[in-house]
């Protein structure tokens, strides 16, 4: 008998993956607006209201290590991360459900902690926690997060409105979550033999906060409508930068070219990388786990976008044809290019 | 400085934990309808409609082992376990999402037949793939489901519902899922040392069936609509029959008495059972994962639930404090006890 084909995930990436295996799937119901392929799905909910239905994985060894990620601090990013990909698609999060895989290690405390930040994220937001599914797991705390938005139909922003010359904004800053995880495994490294260790976080609080705590931008969402501003295309940054805008780009068949000076890098994330002998910008093209977001507007919009304050206009769109391009200070076009799983992260 | 108090989960359960976190939180959104405590979230969708949400997790070494367990079947099983949620509910499934965790271990064609039984099942069922989530995994293959599901606000059933005297009904028959497992676990046993091993599975090919590639009860809840039958409270029998029945009573205030003789087995399972000199009915009370429904119906209903066959009337509820009893042949009544976490799953 011939052995059967096996070829490695890691030869497909992420998204081939995903692209692959998606196209398999015929639509079936009216009420399916859209399937896969942005950051949440779009289900018809009647007078021209759409429900937002995301779902995300979070797993131990990696997306979070235990030994350094306070349990409160856990809970308080799951919701996050789920609420996220609501935000991205112009809408705000009504409810979550969480799916947890515990480990015999944890104990009622260490879940009552986790809850805690849970709940302490659920009240920031406006959020319920509507339910979910608790078992037990042999193998590590697995998370899975349900999140459920609404919105007006004609309000929803997708990853496929990018038009030429849209201007491409940030919100926030970005690399600081991947410099926070950076510094987290570099103490863990070097007090790894040390009993009673004292991890040197002095200056770096905002780093930590970024990784171990990243606040979702529900109040973008919500001053942008406040001003009128309907993006043209939006993502949440989770995968960095790089690889958020590419998605973009292939789902608006556009491209782009960012310039590097304008990337929005914080003062401790540049300092941080400095000490490590890193690149800052790297960090924020590929790091990930920003959380911020990076969406797009008509060019006639820069004034608007301006005034709302923390959002840094990095570039534009380009033609379809033309590739997404980083812009260096001495006018040389960097091509960018897209990571795949976590796996292979190098902070890792 | 003190130590911080361990409880093990143990101690407390499934069911005391879930209890002890969601009493944590509060209501804040008008469209969340209920919260945590049924199979699936109820939220409001305009129009007297409501959308169901339910998210499960199935994880390697706990849910499933991969020596034995077909991709393809393991595909179409995390669509049953997804949709079952949203059927307990009275209502129809039209979407799901898939969080998958990957180990490297695993291949692109493997994925590919994960997909297919996926597939496979959403087309059976007329549900949606609409997105979700991938990643790697460091620990086994973790998969999230995320069910969606939409009904009249008026015809969902919750757990909450039976009333005194009420029949209690089962679909199908229990402890098959069980027995098949059972199954596959010994000639796993059997055959761990031997090259090229042929496992005997011939005349248990409906228990592998049961076990492996479960049916979603979809015509029972079609059935249940032509027939003009409304519930009273009902549940998806996903823990085991005893379990299932006291999640019922807990919600519903009630008591209930079942009998040993009306609990509908399959001759496979009690074949097997006595192959393996275990008692039939122990499967059908604790197994789980049979995927049939439990519900409840008023009294007057019983001529019309028996005319639509393949459901078995197995007791009635009693008065709040009265528990939930198992009645044997000979008179004698014996309490039911709900199971805990798969962990102490006696098959493992």
């Known amino acids: 008998m011939a052995e059967k084909k096996r070829t490695e995930i890691a030869e497909l990436g992420e ?23 942005d950051d949440a799905a779009v289900l018809d909910a009647g007078d021209g209201n759409v429900l937002l239905v995301s779902t995300d994985a979070m797993l ?27 935000l991205a698609m112009n809408a705000l999060p009504e409810q979550i459900m969480l799916s947890l895989g515990i480990s015999s290690k944890l104990s009622v405390e260490a879940l009552d902690d986790f809850y805690e930040g849970v709940e302490f994220a659920c009240r920031e937001l406006g959020v319920d926690m509507v339910g979910g599914d608790t078992r037990a797991s042999l193998t590590g705390f697995v998370i899975g997060i349900t999140a459920v938005g609404r919105a007006k139909r004609d309000r929803v922003v997708y990853r496929s409105g990018a038009k030429l010359n849209d201007l491409i904004c940030i919100t926030g800053n970005l ?10 495994e570099r103490e863990k490294r070097v007090l790894s033999d040390v009993k009673d260790p004292e991890p040197k976080f002095a200056g770096y609080e905002y780093l930590l906060e970024k990784y171990l705590k990243p606040r979702a931008r529900k109040d ?33 068949k556009c491209g782009a070219r960012i310039y590097l000076e304008r990337i929005p890098i914080a003062k401790q994330t540049s300092a941080m990388a400095e000490e490590l002998h890193a690149d800052p910008v790297v960090a924020a093209l590929n790091g990930g786990e920003d959380h911020e977001l990076l969406f797009t507007v008509p060019l006639a919009m820069q004034e608007q976008v301006m005034r709302m304050g923390g959002i840094d206009v990095i570039g534009h769109v380009t033609a379809g044809n033309t590739g997404a391009y980083l812009v260096t200070p001495d006018g040389s076009d960097i091509r960018l290019k897209a ?7 190098p902070a890792k």
């Open 60 to 86: 131990e060894g990696i997306d979070f290590d235990l030994t350094y990620f306070p349990m409160k601090h856990l809970g308080y990013k799951a919701v996050t991360v789920g609420v996220s990909d609501i």
């Open 15 to 37: 998204f081939g993956l995903i692209d692959r295996e998606v196209s398999k799937f015929q639509k079936k119901n009216a009420t399916t607006l859209t399937g896969a392929g």
């Open 220 to 252: 973008i969402i919500e001053s942008l409508a406040e001003d009128g501003i309907l993006p043209s295309s939006m993502i949440d940054i989770s995968d960095g930068l790089a690889s958020d805008l590419m998605q973009i780009c292939k789902a608006s």
């Open 175 to 184: 690399g600081a979550a991947y410099m926070g995880l950076h510094l987290l």
């Open 339 to 345: 990571q795949g799983f976590k796996e292979s992260d």
